[in-house]
């Protein structure tokens, strides 16, 4: 399986700072995503990445920022977090195996509580 | 953007009993991908089965199964013999074939299943 980490797993910050999310690869996969999680909205896409410096929105990206400088890590920021980012967030990779056309992998997920 | 829709948002099921999990999704497409997957406490997604859409039979993977109906764009889970591990939130997706949202999994709000002794 494709190796794919988050960190932190756990943020606890006020209202009002920044806060960065990091999410590294150890394969050269191309297409990089974020999620937030919420109850009763299922997994919503805030941004994704289909190369280095190459990102576009999602659905739920205001207030959110991403880049992508090197192939293997893919950062989301809130600038200025507020209580609404209060959430579970997921990275994914979307990889590709011989057996299968298409599959993805999912980090174990950053719970962050804006205060 | 396609539009998936679960419209149960729990369901329980008594162990070694079958439940059924529904999925509807709203597109133009006539190829795509569909998928279910499990999120267990643990928060970890895990795949359950996938289907694609120009396959006319149904994906199965031991106790689970799928009922794809292209046409009335229903892709609904079987669990067989439902065990207490299968306890978990199961999450329907849609991935369609052009790259314009980066073929980016577009998710329904999730099914929670309690599986009781």
């Known amino acids: 399986d494709a190796g794919i980490t988050q960190s932190p797993r756990h943020k606890v910050t006020e209202t009002g700072t920044p806060v960065t999310l990091r999410c590294h690869q150890t394969e050269n996969h191309r297409y990089m995503y974020w999620y937030r999680q919420d109850p009763g909205h299922g997994l919503r896409l805030i941004h994704y990445s289909y190369g280095v410096k190459d990102t576009d929105k999602g659905e739920v990206s205001d207030g959110y920022s991403v880049s992508r400088s090197k192939t293997e890590d893919f950062l989301l920021t809130l600038e200025s977090a507020t209580s609404s980012q209060t959430s579970v967030y997921f990275c994914a990779i979307s990889t590709r195996r011989k057996d299968s056309n298409y599959g993805y992998t999912f980090g174990s997920g950053t719970r962050l509580t804006v205060v | 953007a396609q539009t998936v829709t679960q419209s149960q948002p729990e369901m329980s099921v008594q162990e070694a009993e079958t439940v059924t999990l529904s999925c509807t999704y709203d597109?133009?497409?006539?190829?795509?991908?569909l998928f279910w997957y499990k999120q267990p406490p643990s928060r970890q997604m895990i795949l359950v089965i996938r289907q694609e859409a120009y396959k006319q039979q149904n994906a199965t993977e031991n106790r689970f199964s799928v009922n794809f109906q292209k046409a009335a764009k229903s892709f609904s889970l079987k669990i067989s013999d439902s065990q207490l591990g299968d306890a978990a939130m199961y999450f329907c997706a849609y991935r369609t074939l052009n790259s314009n949202s980066g073929y980016a999994l577009n998710f329904g709000k999730g099914t929670s299943l309690l599986v009781t002794p």
């Open positions: 597109t133009s497409e006539s190829d795509y991908y």
